[in-house]
């Protein structure tokens, strides 16, 4: 029998099903975890085994899969189940995109997104040895589950929790419904599938019991139970998500990365953060984040779509939306809001700002209260910052604007003309002083208060 890793290896993920427990208008498939689709994650564990080909299944709300996939894994190749009469029937679909491909197919499952890498891994290895491999795995209650019924380490047949006999029920191996076995041979098996049960259904579960009648081999690799925790309503998909955020943060943490209080941060299925990078309490992150090694993140910020340099640090109360470059060093502070802009090498924006659709020079420092206005309620505009420039609190920069390097601005102006290197801006009205007008103010708006109240 041909090597496993010698052998190209073809992934057929379903993804047809209604998920009608989740009472929703979005596909199954589609439901975040870590802020990502159910599918993604899916397709994340088998992108590790390097596959030559994906095949995704589609069926209920399949327009809606699809074009979720096509930004996913533009690569795939989407099949869809119609009608939908099983699994058997659903990975039977993938047949002529697998015509020709000589190698191996692997079925997995767009709702079960906890299976690792490494145990898809040993079932490619254990094809080395026998022409079916299942997943099983032995929950501490098999309760409704499909039993393995196995002679040594040669699975003979699966069998339905309702068609058990009471032996048959005393098994404590169940089926994950994961399959690997040669694609050409995977084919052939389904072929063979009758829909001659309750149901009026096609299943996978046939396979081991029809490859070994054709003299076929099956055996069973074994997983942890956690792995093979499937989402069918919105109450297993909060589980799910508890588990995902414990997972990363645990990798996380065993990366190099520190946490006083993980159980209050939140991670995505993309999150990368550095060694030694520092991530305080009630942190959430968003897709798409990368923070390099030795950054610290301060306590309820908001981070997504951004590149956050190394040493920068970010917050408290700071949020960082996407097409954000934070330089190394730089300083993004309390309740401060960057979009999509560059802010350079030891920049600092530290309080009560607003950054967007801009770019900040190294060393630049923008003071409390700045500014960038970039839309003029129909198109957004560009600020441009030079190094080393000194922004004056409370300043408004009317985009589009240029300021130059090492320039200045008086604190409370309205800039909204570019300002030369090493100049200093100054828009804002003369202040004139009105000698003891404030006391008869006062006193005038005092009377007109107290008329009122008599009235």
Known sequence: MQAPKDRPLALIVLAAGAGTRMNSDLPKPLHLLGQAPLLAHTLAAGAALEP???????????????????????????????????????????????????GDAMVLYADSPFFRPETLAQMRAARGQH???????EPEDPGRYGRLVMEGDALKRIVEFKDATATERAIGLCNSGVLCADAGTLMGLLRKVTNDNAAGEYYLTDVPELANADGL??????????????????????AAERRFQDIRRGEMMEAGVTMQAPETVHFTLDTHIGRDAVV????????????????????????????????????PYARIRPGTE??????????VEVKAAEIGEGAKVNHLSYVGDASVGERANLGAGTVTCNYDGVMKHRTEIGAEAFI?????????????????????SVVTEDVPDGALALGRAKQVNKPGLAVKLRARL?????GKTKG
């Open 52 to 102: 030559a080909r994906v095949i995704v299944v589609t069926g209920h709300g399949a327009d809606a899969v699809e074009a979720a996939l096509d930004g996913l894994m533009p690569e795939a190749v989407a099949i869809r189940q119609d009608p939908q009469e099983g699994t058997g029937h659903a990975v039977l679909q993938a047949a002529d995109a697998l015509d020709g491909f000589d």
């Open 446 to 450: 005092k009377a007109i208060k107290a």
């Open 392 to 412: 004056g609190s409370d300043t408004m920069l009317v985009a589009p604007v240029k300021i130059g390097a090492q320039a200045m601005t008086a604190s409370g």
């Open 217 to 238: 081999s099956a055996s069973v690799v074994i997983c942890d139970e956690a792995e093979t925790l499937g989402i069918n309503s919105r109450a297993e998909l909060a």
């Open 131 to 137: 022409d079916v491999i299942m997943l099983g795995f």
């Open 326 to 335: 934070l330089g190394n060093d730089a300083k993004i502070g309390n309740f």
């Open 280 to 315: 305080e309490p009630y942190v959430v992150f968003g897709p798409d984040v990368t923070v390099e090694s030795g950054a610290q993140i301060r306590a309820f910020s908001h981070l997504e779509g951004c590149h956050v340099g190394a040493g920068a640090m970010v917050g």
